[in-house]
C-alpha cells in the first residue's frame, strides 16, 4: 500500500539540569526573570510525528512516503530516513530556514522548561499534494502539523476520493469545531488518546457513536492501559505489550500508529492491527529517543507471539 505521512518535521533536544528549578525562582520576582541553567548532559534526536511513524512503518517491511517542510539542517536527517526504507522524496527543503526544534530542560524533580521552535514547519502550508506529489497515494495520514496545512491536505483527501487517517493529536486545542467536524465526516480512521477524545468530542459535540456514523474506525489509546478499537457496532481492547524497562514515552504514540498502519497496509484484522501497534510501542518505551528502537521482521514476530496469537498471519511478515 501507498501510504504519505504528513505532518511536524523536528529535532529533539533535550537538557538534564543537575539541581532544582523551584530552587532559583524568587516568588517576588516572577515578573522580572533572567536565569541561565548549567546543564550537564544534552541529547539530540530525530523527532517530529511523520518521520516517527513513518519509521516505524518502515522498520516493518513498508516503505512510507513522508510529505513535510524541513530546513537547511535537514541533510543528515534526510540520509537517516532514506537509510531506513523511508522515501524523503515528497519532503520540502527550505534554505532559510531551520527545521523545527524542540528544546526541553528538566530538571531532578522531572519538572520541565521548554519551548518549540516552528520553524521550516510554518510553511508546510504552501505544500499541497498535488503540488507535491507525482501521484495520489492509497492512504494519508493527517498528523499534527501546521493547522492550515492539515486544512488543505484534509480538503484534497475528500476532493480526490483518498482515504485518510485523521491523527489530531496535539493541535486539537488549535483546531475549531468546524474543522475537527470536518475532519472527522471525512476521515476513514480517526485516532486521538483518551484525554484528547474528550476534548474533540466537547468541541465537535459529538459523542463517540456519532463519530462512528462518519469513521469506519476509532481508535482511542488509553496509555497502560492499552488501546480500544471501534468499528461499527463493535469495540475490541488491545492490552500494552510487556516491556523490560520504561525509559521514555516520548514518542509511544507515534511507535503504535506506524504498527497499526502496518496491520491496515496487510489487511489484517482490526484487532491483530492494535496488538502489532501495542508491540511497536513497546519497543519505543524502551529507548529514549522516538526513532533509536531496532528490530528485524522476524524479531519482531517472535516478541509479538510472546503476548499475542496472530493465527500465523504475521508469517509472510517474519519471511520479510
Known amino acids: ?11 529533539d533536544y533535550l537538557m538534564t539540569f543537575p539541581g532544582r528549578f523551584k530552587e532559583h525562582l524568587i516568588p517576588d520576582k516572577l515578573d522580572r526573570v533572567s536565569l541561565s541553567f548549567l546543564v550537564d548532559h544534552l541529547d539530540k534526536h530525530f523527532g517530529g510525528i511523520a518521520p516517527n511513524i513513518a519509521y516505524t512503518l518502515a522498520l516493518l517491511g513498508e516503505r512510507p512516503r513522508v510529505l513535510g517542510t524541513a530546513g537547511k539542517d535537514f541533510d543528515e536527517y534526510r540520509a537517516w530516513l532514506e537509510t531506513a526504507g523511508v522515501d524523503t522524496s515528497a519532503v520540502i527543503q527550505l534554505d532559510d ?43 494519508v495520514v493527517i498528523s499534527p502539523n501546521d493547522p492550515q496545512a492539515m486544512t488543505t491536505i484534509a480538503g484534497e483527501c475528500r ?37 484528547e477524545f474528550e476534548l474533540i468530542s466537547q468541541k465537535t459535540g459529538l459523542d463517540r457513536d ?13 496509555g497502560d492501559q492499552g488501546s480500544v478499537i471501534y ?8 492490552p500494552v505489550a510487556p516491556v523490560a524497562r520504561i525509559a521514555d514515552p516520548t514518542g509511544v504514540g507515534d511507535a503504535y500508529r506506524g504498527g497499526f498502519l502496518k496491520g491496515v497496509a ?20 524502551e529507548q529514549v529517543g522516538t526513532q533509536n528502537h531496532r528490530y528485524t521482521p522476524a524479531e519482531f514476530v517472535a516478541r509479538f507471539r510472546q503476548t499475542f496469537d496472530d493465527k500465523g498471519l504475521l508469517d509472510g511478515l517474519s519471511k520479510g
Open 210 to 222: 456519532a463519530m462512528l456514523d462518519h469513521v469506519a474506525v476509532l481508535v482511542v489509546t488509553l
Open 1 to 11: 500500500m501507498d501510504i504519505v505521512i504528513t505532518g511536524s518535521i523536528a529535532f
Open 159 to 195: 476532493e480526490h476520493g483518498v482515504r485518510y487517517l485523521f491523527d489530531p493529536s496535539q493541535q486539537v486545542l488549535r483546531l475549531d469545531k468546524d474543522f475537527l467536524c470536518s475532519g472527522i465526516s471525512g476521515a476513514y480512521i480517526l485516532i486521538c488518546n483518551e484525554y
Open 97 to 139: 530556514v531551520y527545521t523545527a526544534s524542540f528544546f526541553a530542560n528538566t530538571d531532578l524533580d522531572n519538572n520541565q522548561i521548554a519551548s518549540f521552535y516552528a520553524g521550516a514547519m510554518a510553511r508546510a502550508r504552501d505544500y499541497t499534494l498535488a503540488k507535491t506529489l507525482v501521484r495520489m497515494p492509497d492512504l
Open 266 to 285: 496487510a489487511g489484517w484484522p482490526w484487532e491483530l492491527c492494535g496488538q502489532v501497534g501495542a508491540v511497536c510501542a513497546a519497543y519505543v518505551l
Open 231 to 238: 468499528t461499527g457496532g463493535d469495540a475490541c481492547r488491545v
